[in-house]
């Protein structure tokens, strides 16, 4: 893509306390976030979690039931969509199929007192932003989806927004077109530093392109962090299971920095609330042995294994807890781990262990 035309004034953009109810049912609850001026915020979460409908208040599509949002300074609690100043992508990407690439591109800046050559030359800079000046003239049915959602993107930056909302983007592209189309707008959203919410539902699109994702459930945020401490160090057992593989296993009682678990117990690295809880930990960070370690060493039957390409996942019962499964992934090394062995042993190291006290999936 070309360097950055124009100038676009971001802006933080603070949501506080919003709700919003559709008749008995309660879609979002106490909603609160702060985004930082050119920062990119992922909404992530299963369907029906609020986070389509929050950026839907956000755009002013949808009237919140109580809370306010600010931009900057000003307050759009009550703003009518249009002075907001925000650029929109949907998932759709809403071009006209009658309208050229350049006509759908400038279409926004048709209503704001600019000079043709001015609409001319800004059309012209988003084109070679977005790498299609050759396709001016052509028309959306001419373009493949993943052109057609840099003509959607570029239609949004256009009026040089202080907001970009982004609504499934990428969801209605093939996973290889997906993949290199995510990093193109990462890049840019980087380049032009214009604050940026994105709804996704594929963790995998937001972990690399956030700067910070909202795991929304139930029409609450569970979990508002860097991609990184959402993965390592979620908060509730919803955003453990809901983000990567999770293993759990559930104990008894705490004591001493061990959690007990039947006939096993095992130490943890930090100091955890007494009584059953569940214990949580990711499958990368389990070690598979020919012989037992010196701490948190536990004998297992290997009962499935599944190449993935630069890994191996193995399914292994414990048996000391009656076969209770767990998941492990250790390099496709084939001098990495006793791959052939039927019966090996699981270590678990105590930083890569979190206990949730009571804690339900």
């Not at 650029?87 to 759709?92: A, K, R, T, V, Y």
Request: hydrophobic share 40%; with cysteine.
């Amino acid at each position: 893509m070309a360097s950055i035309p124009g100038h676009i004034s971001t802006m933080p953009l603070s949501v506080q306390g919003i709700g919003k109810s559709f008749g008995n049912l309660s879609v979002l609850s106490d909603v609160s976030l702060e985004v930082a001026a050119g920062e990119l915020v992922c909404l992530l979460g299963p369907s029906g979690c609020g986070k389509t409908t929050l950026l839907r208040i956000i755009a002013g599509l949808e009237r919140q039931d109580a809370g306010r949002l600010l931009i900057g300074p000003r307050d759009i609690s009550r703003a009518h969509p249009q002075e907001r100043d925000y650029g929109i992508l949907f998932q759709s990407y809403a071009l006209f199929p009658n309208l050229t690439i350049e006509q759908n591109i400038g279409y926004g800046l048709s209503t704001r007192n600019l000079l043709r050559s001015q609409i001319r030359e800004r059309v012209a800079q988003m084109l070679e932003l977005v790498g299609l000046t050759a396709s001016a003239t052509k028309y959306p049915g001419q373009l493949s989806g993943g052109q057609q959602q840099r003509v959607g993107l570029a239609r949004a930056l256009a009026p040089s927004p202080s907001l970009l909302l982004l609504d499934e983007p990428m969801s209605a592209l093939d996973a290889k077109v997906r993949e290199h189309l995510r990093q193109e707008l990462r890049s840019l959203q980087q380049q032009l530093g214009i604050t940026t919410v994105m709804v996704t539902h594929d963790q995998d699109e937001a972990m690399v392109m956030a700067d910070r994702i909202a795991v929304m459930n139930q029409g609450r945020i569970e979990q508002f962090d860097t991609p990184e401490n959402i993965y390592r160090y979620p908060a509730t057992p919803f955003v453990a299971n809901f983000v990567g593989h999770a293993n759990w296993l559930d104990y008894q009682s705490v004591s001493d920095g061990r959690v007990h678990l039947g006939p096993l117990s095992l130490q943890l690295d930090k100091a955890v609330a007494g009584g059953p809880g569940r214990l949580f930990c990711r499958p990368e960070v389990l070690r598979i042995d020919n012989q037992a370690q010196a701490s948190n060493s536990v004998a297992a039957q290997v009962k499935h294994k599944l190449f993935m390409g630069n890994r191996y996942r193995l399914t292994v019962e414990l048996e000391q807890l009656q076969g209770q499964p767990l998941v492990a992934d250790i390099s496709a090394d084939l001098g990495a781990a006793p791959l052939d062995a039927e019966r090996v042993w699981l270590t678990f190291p105590p930083h890569g262990m979190q206990a949730f006290p009571g804690g339900a999936v």
